[in-house]
């Protein structure tokens, strides 16, 4: 996972200057760490679901607790929302990882 986690950030840190797909990214360090858990819990034989590990950006009109989600305007610039929208929690409970 962690391979995978660190080519897609630095492919995001490549080219999202200039298409500025990724509105709020988490810290590295934080999306990394994540990654190194997901190969361990791998490792260990740990249950893995459907989407375990997988990186994905979430689009920034969906509700995702604990990061900012701004709807594309800079009204919401600061908005942190506390729960997730359903897909997004279902995602979670899978082994989804965000950014």
């Known amino acids: 996972m ?32 994540e990654a190194r858990q997901a190969d361990r819990a791998l490792a260990r034989g740990d249950e893995a679901g459907a989407l375990f590990g997988l990186p994905l950006a979430v689009k920034d009109l969906s509700l995702t607790r604990g990061l900012r989600t701004t709807f594309g305007s800079r009204i919401y610039q600061d908005f942190i929302p506390d729960s997730d929208e359903l897909y997004v929690e279902r995602f979670r409970q899978e082994g989804h990882h965000y950014w």
Do not use: C, K, W
């Open 2 to 33: 962690l391979e995978v986690m660190e080519a897609f950030l630095g492919q995001i840190e490549r080219v999202d200057s200039q298409v500025n797909a990724i509105p709020t990214l988490r810290p590295r360090s934080e999306l990394l760490n």
